[in-house]
């Protein structure tokens, strides 16, 4: 029976593919391609994407057979080696932008070749802090997976259904074995990794999995004063981030698929996305401070702290700008957060970061 149903997701992945709800769709390239002409900020963001796009060109896929972050301390050359791979990930991401504005075949093949080194060697484990780090290569494929040869297509999505299978699978063995990677910030990034791949491969039975677990996670993980388990847990703002950031994410592709209102969704005690981001803002723009990783009940940030790693020494005090990407993916939905970070960054751009273009064009 458990074959049968694998076979089924995998059947189901290769249908033809929807319009780009994890990307940006036609309509939303074009809206992109004036902004960058007519605006200076944005401009200079995709000035940027464009260098790093060029560069790109003459580089060498660096595929990892296995992402090994999780659990492992800075200067681990396991680490290290990953995080040479996943310079990867921008690269593919500037190339596959470059191509859909531009049109230029040389990005689409350099995009294919960085697609199919990564779908054939990458081996998909299940760990979901470890294949947070696909979201780039996600959006890439999402953006050009109308333009692809099939074997790249078949490739790319083949590997990418495994990365969401592996991490649904983790989640049942997180249960069966009662670790609380089942529902912890391990999961809210499990979540958002399916829902990525789901949309991207335009699988139902993905789909129907993100928005279920997405709703379970709003009601276990967050609670109804806005605060979540995993900030109680490592006494540390940087853990509610780490929460609330992929949950902003796969609630964007939930709503942009016209799912539900995931951002201002309530569980029955009260807890929503949205809560627990308002609660985040006070300690953004300073009128909270908090002592970091003081009670911690997890044996590894104390190992991150003897290591010497900064920021996770017990009592130091929460960074503001370690909340930017929250509120930039937050201003999606709540336009009025730009101002904050404007102050924060001490910057009048509309546009201070990519994200707010994104923002602007996906509306």
């Known amino acids: 029976m458990k074959k049968i149903f694998l ?3 995998f059947c189901m992945s290769f249908l033809a593919s929807k319009a780009q709800i994890v990307s940006l769709n036609m309509a939303e390239l074009t809206t992109l391609k004036g902004l960058v002409k007519k605006d200076r900020d944005a401009k200079k963001h995709w000035d940027v994407l464009l ?12 595929p990892a057979d296995t992402i090994l972050t999780e659990g492992i301390l800075q200067g681990d050359a396991r680490k290290t080696r990953t995080w040479k791979s996943l310079e990867d990930m921008q690269k ?6 470059v191509f859909k504005i531009t049109g230029e075949q040389k990005y689409l093949s350099k995009t294919s070749e960085f697609l199919l080194a990564w779908a054939k060697r990458n081996k998909p484990q299940g760990n979901p802090i470890n294949d ?9 494929y999402d953006l050009v997976k109308n333009d692809l040869s099939t074997d790249v297509s078949l490739a790319t999505s083949a590997w990418l259904l495994q990365v969401g299978l592996q991490e649904i699978n983790s989640y049942q063995k997180a249960i069966n074995r009662g670790s609380l990677t089942y529902m912890n910030n391990w999961n809210s990034h499990r979540i958002k990794e399916v829902a990525e791949v789901a949309w991207a491969i335009n699988n139902d039975s993905l789909k129907n999995w993100a928005v279920l677990a997405y709703k379970t996670q709003i009601a276990q993980n967050l609670n109804a004063d806005g605060s979540s388990y995993d900030f109680h847990e490592r006494d540390a703002l940087h853990y509610h981030v780490y929460d609330v950031d992929p949950l902003m994410v796969a609630a964007t592709i939930m709503h942009r698929d016209k799912r539900f209102n995931a951002y201002e969704y309530k569980a029955a005690k009260g807890s929503s996305l949205k809560g627990s981001v308002d609660w985040l803002v006070p300690f953004f723009t300073g009128e909270k401070t ?30 503001p700008e370690e909340a930017k990407t929250s509120i930039a993916l937050a201003n999606y939905w709540d336009k009025g957060l730009l101002a904050i970070y404007q102050q924060n960054a001490k910057t009048k751009s509309k546009y201070p970061t990519w994200q707010f273009v994104l923002n602007e064009i996906k509306k």
């Open 92 to 97: 593919v991401y500037a190339l596959a932008l």
């Open 51 to 62: 260098k790093e796009a060029e560069e790109a060109l003459t580089a060498t896929p660096n």
């Open 132 to 140: 947070t780090n696909l979201d780039r290569i996600i959006f890439a």
């Open 290 to 319: 908090h002592a970091e990783w003081v009670n911690s009940k997890a044996a590894f940030d104390k190992k991150r702290a003897a290591n010497g790693e900064k920021g996770y020494i017990a009592g130091t005090l929460f960074k």
């Open 7 to 9: 076979l089924s997701i």
